[in-house]
């Protein structure tokens, strides 16, 4: 039989939906390549459900991905759903492209009549890397004017914004008036630049209370406060499943919330979890101050070892217990072995998922 007779197939006759299905398999430039081959496929090129998604990287050296994702959001914006943007380089002259080229983007998504579903923009550090005032500024209110079209976002990230209490408020306020009735989940871990007790800002509160839908929360404990706990469980109860604390050393700390506080959102929100991670922060009065009796904690990350013991034997829902010794520390690494050695079987009996990380690099050793 002959082989190229056996192969030949009628991709006329196949179903458009399996054509899609096939063209979600190809990249940006191999769809272009399938949409020159005639006038059907060229159409099934430009079905939406093919442009839901796009990470974008930019502030790269050469413009060659800039100018991809500009090219992008000109013919398919307004079939973007989730949208992730990374800062690649932070640069002097990279970030200015960076902010001539993101402003242009959220210009072409609000011209198309762009609705997010998802917007993930991690780790820009503005008042880190972005020293001139003028593109810092410039770019926040282009986003924030961005945000404010968008009704239907579901998942906000913008962990290590690092941005002052003044613009990073007007921003999350941007968020909230947008879609603060439908957004599940929110990241503003290391969102603040500012060293202070958040909390305490009326404006940073204030914003807190247009989310009334929330399921995940990421935040810093410097965010937290009685207050903002009935805040939440007002606004967001039998909703509010995961809240991840993230606990910095240089960040404030010594306030102490209230048992009473947290069994007021555990009885309005009975799935919370919470999870907390340490950040360099090793001392008895500080852990115990912040782990008070009430709180629904699933999962603990510290960073010293000695206290391992105290919180499993005083935390009950403790499901998983992480230790991470930064450092070429050995003793600590042998601590902590002790520690699993010796209550290797209450370990078992809790059926506590204990962890150990470490920065040492053990190497096996040829036979």
Partial sequence: MDFEAECDTDWGVVPDILLVTIFQYLSDADRGRAARVCKRWAQISHSPCLWRKRIMRL??????????????????????????????????????????????????????QC??????????????????????????????RFLHCQNSLRSFNMHAARLNIFSGSQLLEAVADGSGQTLEVLNIED?????????????????????????????????????????????????????????????????????????LLTNTCPELGVAVEFDHIGTYRDISAILVPGIPLKCLQPTIPEYCI????NISALKRLHVCANGDN??????????????????????????????????EEEE
């Fill in 330 to 363: 050995e003793q600590k690494r042998l601590e902590v072995q002790e520690i699993t050695n010796k209550y290797q079987a209450m370990l078992q009996t809790q059926n506590l998922d204990f962890r150990f990380f470490t920065d040492i690099i053990f190497e």
């Fill in 191 to 263: 969102y603040y630049h500012d060293m202070i007790q958040c909390f305490r800002v009326p404006k940073f509160v204030n914003t807190l209370k247009k989310f009334t839908n929330l399921s995940i929360l990421y935040l810093n404990y410097n965010y937290i406060s009685d207050f903002v706990l009935c805040l939440l469980a007002d606004n967001c109860g039998g909703k509010l499943r995961y809240l991840s604390i993230k606990v910095h050393r240089k960040d404030p700390h010594s306030h102490v919330t209230e048992k009473s506080s947290w069994r």
């Fill in 115 to 144: 609705q997010l579903i998802d917007l993930n923009i991690p780790r820009m550090e503005f008042y880190r890397f972005w020293r001139f005032d003028f593109y810092r500024e410039k770019l926040l209110k282009s986003v924030c």
């Fill in 59 to 112: 502030g790269a050296v050469d413009a060659v991905e800039e100018r991809k994702a500009l090219r992008f959001a000109q013919l398919y914006g307004s079939h973007l759903r989730h949208l992730t943007i990374y800062c690649s380089k932070r640069r002097g002259n990279t970030r200015k492209r960076f902010q001539r080229v993101m402003c242009q983007i959220l210009e072409h998504l609000a011209t198309g």
């Fill in 310 to 313: 105290y919180l499993i034997l």
